[in-house]
């Protein structure tokens, strides 16, 4: 039985290598615009993994007045069925072999969107979402008069909230731990930035709780200061002021 099957596996494996071999052949002999317009005609339908191998030959040919615009599409391909470490790979081909390509800024806006679409939450490693924000960096600095400029923006904003919110998360762990100089460092990353949004609240209060436990009464002061002044109406405000005068009266004590 087992021998059977292992014949049957390799049957299989014999006939889609043929069936490769043969697709591969089929294409050789079309002519370059065959080529172009059946892989147009694949990426029109949203067909794009049909679309593949021809662009693919059109690559190969190097010379053909098509090899660019193929680059290019079998980048956009991989990008649309969500392939995206395939489509950065194509699509950084293209501006290392034709750096002066007419779409070249597309092509390099979709790599910083493929690292976008790649990079994991805060909670796990940020390698996409730095090399996301490099890449529309890059778009921004090569593409200065590009439409989508303000996008390009956006999504580094985006990527950078991330990389806060994953400080905050750091910060949090160490205090959970009790590790508090390591927590501090985190929280004060981001109580510096005056963003006033809800992770400099979050910073704020756990620093001023860590200053409370070190009854180090004038930083917890500080913390209490900050947080009338920017978050008059929190709870977490409310929280410290109740802590500061606690403290104030155990250490007049």
């Given at each position: 039985?087992?021998?059977?099957?292992?014949?049957?596996?390799?049957?299989?494996?014999?006939?889609?290598?043929?069936?490769?071999?043969?697709?591969?052949?089929?294409?050789?002999?079309?002519?370059?615009?065959?080529?172009?317009?059946?892989?147009?005609?694949?990426?029109?339908?949203?067909?794009?993994?049909?679309?593949?191998?021809?662009?693919?030959?059109?690559?190969?040919?190097?010379?053909?007045?098509?090899?660019?615009e193929s680059q290019m599409k079998i980048g956009d391909c991989y990008?649309?069925?969500?392939?995206?470490?395939?489509?950065?790979?194509?699509?950084?081909?293209?501006?290392?072999?034709?750096?002066?390509?007419?779409?070249?800024?597309?092509?390099?806006?979709?790599?910083?969107?493929?690292?976008?679409?790649?990079?994991?939450?805060?909670h796990y490693t940020q390698d996409e979402t730095n090399k996301s924000?490099?890449?529309?960096?890059?778009?921004?600095?090569?593409?200065?008069?590009?439409?989508?400029?303000?996008?390009?923006?956006?999504?580094?904003?985006?990527?950078?909230?991330?990389?806060?919110?994953?400080?905050?998360?750091?910060?949090?762990?160490?205090?959970?731990?009790?590790?508090?100089?390591?927590?501090?460092?985190?929280?004060?990353?981001?109580?510096?930035?005056?963003?006033?949004?809800?992770?400099?609240?979050?910073?704020?209060?756990?620093?001023?709780?860590?200053?409370?436990?070190?009854?180090?009464?004038?930083?917890?002061?500080?913390?209490?200061?900050?947080?009338?002044?920017?978050?008059?109406?929190?709870?977490?405000?409310?929280?410290?002021?109740?802590?500061?005068?606690?403290?104030?009266?155990?250490?007049?004590?």
């Amino acid at each position: 039985m087992k021998l059977s099957k292992l014949w049957l596996y390799g049957g299989l494996l014999i006939l889609l290598f043929s069936t490769a071999c043969s697709l591969n052949n089929d294409l050789s002999v079309l002519s370059s615009q065959n080529k172009w317009e059946t892989a147009q005609n694949y990426f029109q339908k949203a067909k794009y993994e049909k679309a593949i191998p021809y662009y693919q030959q059109l690559i190969l040919e190097r010379n053909s007045a098509y090899t660019a615009e193929s680059q290019m599409k079998i980048g956009d391909c991989y990008f649309n069925i969500k392939k995206y470490n395939d489509s950065i790979f194509e699509y950084q081909e293209l501006l290392r072999l034709f750096p002066d390509f007419k779409d070249a800024n597309n092509a390099q806006y979709n790599i910083g969107l493929a690292y976008f679409n790649l990079s994991e939450g805060p909670h796990y490693t940020q390698d996409e979402t730095n090399k996301s924000i490099d890449a529309f960096q890059e778009f921004i600095d090569k593409y200065p008069s590009d439409q989508r400029r303000n996008e390009a923006y956006n999504y580094i904003q985006k990527c950078q909230n991330k990389l806060i919110e994953k400080n905050y998360l750091a910060g949090y762990i160490y205090y959970k731990i009790e590790d508090y100089s390591s927590a501090l460092m985190y929280f004060n990353e981001i109580i510096d930035l005056g963003n006033k949004d809800k992770l400099e609240l979050k910073s704020l209060y756990y620093s001023g709780i860590i200053y409370y436990e070190r009854k180090e009464l004038e930083l917890l002061y500080n913390i209490q200061t900050k947080l009338k002044d920017n978050f008059p109406d929190a709870k977490e405000t409310r929280r410290i002021i109740e802590k500061t005068v606690n403290l104030d009266k155990k250490l007049k004590k």
